[in-house]
Structure formats: C-alpha cells, structure tokens
C-alpha cells in the first residue's frame, strides 16, 4: 500500500516491520520486489513527482574538481535519479572485482558470479530487450589486446512501472515524503527510526532489519549524521564512511579518421540502435600497462562535422590531414569523436563529508563532496588512448589525433561533459575495516542491523554505467535478507 506521512491515519493499527528500507530510487525498489515475503516499509522522502521543499535537501557543495550542482546530478522523489536517466546499461566486468594488480583494497569480497544469478532478474526490473549486448566482447585483433563491446538501452521510468506495485502489494508498504530523521538504538541494535514530513508530521517505524539506499551521496551524509546523533554508537569507529568516493569521468579526447572500406568491421559499423561503438583494453594489457579500465566511445558525426574533425587535425598534422582531406572528399575516410567514460581509483580524499555550517530543512548537515581527478586518471586515458592509436597505426586503418590537453597539460576542458552522474563508493564493500564499510553481505561493520544496497557499496567503479550491477546487487541482498531469519 502507498501512505503519505503529510496526511498519514494515526489510528491505523501500528506493525513492526521486518524491514524498514530508506530510499525509492532503483536500488530500493529492487529490494521491494525481492523481498515479497517479509513484511517490508520503504521510506521515500520525496513524493510522487518532483518538489523543490524535497529537492532542495539534496543541495550541498562541491570541492575540487569542476562537477554539477548537487541538487542537479540527483533526484529526490519516487523512482530517484532513474527518473532522469539515460538507460545505458552493462553489467560488470569479471575482472572489475579483482585489480589485486593495482592494490589489495581494490579486490572486493565477492566475484561476478555471486551477482551472476540475478542477471535475468534485473533485465526484466529494468526491461532490456536485447540483454545479451550485456555481456557481449569481440576480439578485434590478433595483435592487439582490444575488444569490442555493447550496451543496451531501456526506456523504464521506475516511478510509473512501480507504482502499481506498491499500491496493491500486501506486505510491502510505501510511505512517501518520509525524511529519516533519527535511527533509536539500544546496544548496537537499530529498534526504530523517526521520520518527519514537510509539513512537520512524524512517526516511529519500528523494524527489524534496516537498509540504506538513498543514493551514492545520501547514504554516507546519513550514516555519517546517524553517527554523530547516535554519540558514535552506530557503528565501528575506524571504518572509511564517506571515503573512496568514485564518478565516471567523460571527456572527448580527440578525433579519429578511419579509411572508409573498414568502415564495415563490426567495430566501427553504425546501425540504428548503434549510433556509439564501444572498445576497451583487455585486463591483460591493462594489467601490464598499469592502469584501470576505460571505455573508448566512437561516435560518428555528420558530413559538415566530420570536415570539421579533419580541419582540426591540419593544426596537429598538416601534411597528414592535406592528404586525408583530398580522401575524404573522394570519400575514401571517414572521420570520428572518440569520448571516453573511465574507472577512476577509489582515493581516500575523494569523499563525502558533513558541513560545519549549512543545514537542511531537518537540520541535518549538507553534504560537500571533496574531488578531484589525479594522475591515475590521466594515465589510463593517455594510455588506452595510445594503445589504441597503435593498433590503428599498424592495421593502417586511419590514424587518431589526441587532444592536446591529454597528452600536455593537466587542465581538463571546461565546456565538456565532466562526468556521468554516476555516485560510486562512500560506504565500499571489503574484507578490511581499514578499507570497508560493508562486509560481503552489505552489513555495516559494527551495527547488528544495518545493510546498504546502491552504488555506495561499490568496492571499484569499473567503466560501464553502474544501474544494472546497482540491481543486481540489491537481489543479492533481497535474496540474503528474505532467507534470514528475522
Ligand atoms: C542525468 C543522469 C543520467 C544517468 N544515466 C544513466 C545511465 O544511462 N545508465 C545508468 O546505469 N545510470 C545512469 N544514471 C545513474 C542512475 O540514475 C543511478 O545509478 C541510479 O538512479 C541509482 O539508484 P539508487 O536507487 O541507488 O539511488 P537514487 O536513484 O538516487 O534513489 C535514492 C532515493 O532515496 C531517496 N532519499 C534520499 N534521501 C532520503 C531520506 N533522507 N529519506 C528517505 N529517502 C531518501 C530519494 O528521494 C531517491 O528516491 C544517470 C543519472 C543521471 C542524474
């Protein structure tokens, strides 16, 4: 059933819930829908569509790097940022768990085929109808450790899918614009939490079993909140809440002019629903070049840009591009943006921490996230990106031209697309307190019944865009919590 804090009925009788989950965005509806067999609220602090009063509580500040604001690159009501998604999917990476070759705090505790399982189970949350572009990897040379690789794309708004599902589901309730105020203690035990409305209603939700998923920002500022409210009782002292904060930078890096008769090979090739190719470096070459993964984009332009791409390679190679120039206009080449979407390594200055002086509408304190790109991005994309200049070199398929600020400078350019809007990290998953906030199930270190679903959890960020393996592992965790006795 759907309930509305703002206008919520008193007299109904009171329940304790065996699971009390903050957050309707995708990874908390995901744990709705697996958890069918238990009696479950979820706490949205938002209502059904957008308002400024929700909205605004998400304000906070940026230090650092350029990035958005942090009330633009979320959305605080039902559904969450998926009601302004772009769709993209992937799943994870088998070697995304495992980049021992980097160092140990990047090796989570669980491999790919612990999510493995939920894959289907996610296609058909989220509705992908071609999910074998998922997992798809081509080998594009015998020389070169490239391949090539998919993404599929879904339309779902979670907050229309769902609705129907809260509104008539049984034992899985709904109660919207309900802001988490405080977690009640006793010992290390959550017994209940308070929640307050907009219009200052409140309630106590006794539960169980408590989780998190309000987001790759939310859940640290409210754990770190929790702690403070809770005189450092909520959890265990040591442990990293709010480090190792991790995005998906984007940039276009430079342009790539191709001779038009390989412009059919399955890596190039446009189709209808292919208007980007993908191509990324094996782990092998990875591995040897020390560096992370990064997800070369090949996008093709139009005629009169394509020209452009060819004029701004006569600034670099004006030999090169006279005689590419002449092809090109006996349509011999073809010219490309190449962009790219990378894995930044998760830093303990890249984090989420609590203002000293701004506050919320609940009095909580804004969040200020601290980042900044360092010099392990650039040699992952420096790297890659040369890798695969090589290769073109070799085949003698066409050539690329680096943007000069990749190679020569540290500047990034200011006017480009910065970064995915993908929040990642903040409460890791690890076998180490030293490194971790969850353990292998999701649990907080130190708390008996605190979990956390959503990319927070995220131990590396890998590549891809991060909503499918989010699904996939808020299953894993439904699957866990439904099985445990409560
Ligand atoms: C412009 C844009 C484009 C994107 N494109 C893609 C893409 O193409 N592919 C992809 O995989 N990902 C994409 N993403 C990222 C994607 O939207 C997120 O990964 C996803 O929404 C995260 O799901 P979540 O449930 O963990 O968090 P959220 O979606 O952030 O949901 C969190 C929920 O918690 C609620 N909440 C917050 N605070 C509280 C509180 N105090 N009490 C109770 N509830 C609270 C919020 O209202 C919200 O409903 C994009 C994001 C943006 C902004």
């Known amino acids: 059933m759907i309930f509305n804090l703002e206008n919520y009925n008193l007299t109904r009788e009171e329940v304790t819930y065996d699971l009390c989950v903050f957050g309707a965005g995708p990874a908390g509806i995901s744990l709705a829908l697996k958890l069918q067999n238990k009696r479950v609220l979820i706490c949205e602090a938002g209502d059904l569509d957008y308002s400024e ?15 958005f604001d942090l009330d633009i ?30 160092g140990h705090y ?46 599929d794309y879904s339309g779902t708004r979670f907050n229309t899918k769902y609705f129907e599902f809260f509104k008539k589901n049984k034992n899985v ?31 106590k939700i006794k539960a169980k079993i408590f989780v998190f998923a309000m987001g790759g920002i939310e859940n640290s500022r409210q754990l770190l909140w929790q702690q403070k409210i809770n005189n450092e009782k909520l959890y265990d002292k040591q442990i990293p809440v709010g480090k190792y904060w991790m995005e998906h ?21 446009r189709s209808k629903i292919e208007e980007v190719k993908f ?24 005629y009169t840009d394509a020209k452009q791409i060819i004029a701004d390679l006569s600034c670099y190679a004006p030999k090169l591009s ?36 701004e506050r919320d509408k609940f009095n909580i304190p804004r969040p200020i996230l601290n980042w900044k790109k360092n010099s392990f991005d ?80 995220f131990t590396t960020g890998g590549h891809n865009n991060p909503t499918f393996p989010i699904i996939q592992f808020s299953l894993r965790l439904g699957d866990y919590l439904s099985k445990k006795k409560i």
């Open 53 to 67: 009063k929700s909205q605004d509580c998400y304000r906070g500040n940026v230090i650092g790097d350029e990035y």
């Open 73 to 102: 690159t979320r959305l605080r009501y039902f559904g969450g940022s998926s009601n302004h998604w772009g769709g993209w999917c992937r799943t994870f990476n088998e070697m995304d768990f495992k980049r021992n070759d980097i």
């Open 106 to 151: 990047l090796v989570w505790p669980i491999n790919k085929k612990d999510i493995d399982p939920f894959f289907n189970e996610t296609v058909n949350i989220i509705g992908l109808p071609n999910p074998d572009r998922l997992t798809y990897k081509e080998s594009i040379s015998k020389n070169y450790e490239l391949e090539s690789i998919k993404f």
């Open 173 to 203: 309730d709904l109660i919207l614009n309900a802001n988490l105020k405080k977690l009640n203690l006793e010992g290390n035990i959550i017994k209940s939490c308070d929640l307050v409305s907009y219009n200052s209603s409140t309630k």
């Open 249 to 269: 930078p984007h940039y276009t890096l430079g342009n790539l002019v191709l001779k038009k008769k390989f412009i059919n090979l399955p890596m190039f090739k």
């Open 279 to 302: 191509v990324q470096l094996k782990y092998n070459i990875q591995k040897k070049l020390n560096i992370l993964s990064c997800g070369l984009r090949i996008e093709w332009p139009g």
């Open 322 to 357: 006279k005689e590419i120039y002449e092809l090109f206009n006996q349509n011999l080449m073809c010219a490309a943006r190449i962009r790219a979407a990378w894995e930044q390594l998760p830093v303990i200055d890249n984090n989420i921490e609590l203002s000293l002086n």
């Open 378 to 457: 650039k040699k992952t994309i420096k790297a890659s990106l040369e890798y695969f200049s090589q290769f073109l070199l070799d085949e003698d398929m066409g050539r690329l031209q680096i943007d000069d600020w990749v190679i020569n400078s540290n500047q990034y350019p200011v006017d480009d697309e910065k970064a995915g809007h993908h929040h990642m990290g903040g409460t890791r998953m690890h076998e180490s307190k030293k490194f971790g906030v969850v353990d292998e199930n999701c649990k907080v270190y130190g708390s008996s019944n605190l979990y956390c679903a959503g990319s927070s959890i």
